[in-house]
């Protein structure tokens, strides 16, 4: 009788697995902050003035506009709905290319081809981590301190990530057998970005009496629930509607399984096409 000792259990080939799409997430992370800095004067500090100059420029234009309005802290509300806004379009956006991107990668290296698409989320994530310091500035200058409702940042940004993690797997998916994908998503952005209370709030909706489906649609634009929900936790200081958190997590977690379920249906054509 011959015994193989060579046979792994399979939980160790799976935890093997695991850890190795880890590091290559660490890696294609580290390598995306290089190159995004890379040559730049600024560096760091420009994800700190970006945000802080669009909202002195942005507080300039809207508040005239917004003077009827019941916003309160206007520069603080603006540059938070900003920095949330912009996480999801850059996640979004670079991971709509992710799988194209890394053709040359897919066609000589065995690799789970998930991790390019949620790589990108990461990133994205990352970069956001400097713009909460232009948060920071702007709560100190208009001398707003922090409250414990601040802990409400925490779960709105793990649900922005999920929810992006799950269209950019979907859009990437896309992308690889519609390449018109990559116009038709910038279109979707900008109509997203005006249908999403950035620059403006919801008060001037109610205020208008306007029909009660747009005010509808827009309270059930994922965009919104995260918005708010991050705005409770830094500008209202306050907790969230529960109706914000359950449409923020039903969002997350729907857009998530769609996207896992067209990636794995889709992913092992990727190779013919990319």
């Known amino acids: ?20 799409d880890r590091f290559i997430l660490q890696q294609l992370v580290n390598k995306d902050f290089k190159l995004r800095y ?8 420009w994800s700190v003035l970006n945000p802080l100059l669009m909202m002195i420029i942005m507080s300039f234009v809207f508040s005239y ?3 009827g309005s019941n916003v309160e802290n206007y520069p603080l509300y603006l540059i938070v709905g900003n920095i949330t806004f912009t996480l999801m379009n850059e996640a979004t956006s670079t991971g709509l290319r992710s799988i194209i991107d890394a053709a040359p990668l ?38 707003v ?9 925490v779960p709105a940004l793990a649900l922005l990530m999920v929810f992006c993690m799950g269209v950019s797997l ?12 990559i116009h038709l998503w910038s279109v979707l952005l900008t109509a997203w970005t005006y249908l999403t209370p950035i620059f403006w709030d919801l008060s001037l909706l109610t205020g208008s009496s306007a029909p009660w489906f747009v005010i509808a649609v827009v309270k ?11 705005r409770c936790a830094i500008v209202y200081q306050s907790s969230p509607e529960p109706m914000v958190v359950v449409l923020a997590a039903v969002w997350a977690l729907a857009v998530l399984l769609a996207g896992i379920a067209v990636f794995r249906k889709t992913e092992h054509k990727f190779i013919l096409y990319i």
């Not at 009788?1 to 190795?20: D, F, I, N, Q, W």
């Not at 040559?39 to 500090?45: Q, W």
């Open 220 to 230: 059930a634009n994922p965009m919104y629930n995260y918005l708010e929900m991050m």
């Open 106 to 143: 897919l066609k000589k290296v065995k690799v789970d081809r998930w991790v390019f698409p949620v790589q990108k989320v990461f990133s994205a994530a990352f970069n956001f981590s400097f713009s909460l310091i232009a948060v920071a500035i702007v709560m100190l200058f208009f001398q």
């Open 38 to 45: 890379r040559r730049s004067v600024l560096g760091v500090v």
């Open 65 to 67: 506009f917004l003077r």
């Open 145 to 153: 301190l922090p409250t414990w409702h601040i802990v409400w940042m």
């Open 1 to 20: 009788m011959v015994t193989r000792l060579s046979a792994r259990p399979e939980g160790s080939h799976v935890s093997g697995r695991y850890a190795k």
């Open 170 to 181: 979907l859009i990437s998916s896309l992308a690889v057998f519609f390449r018109d994908m």
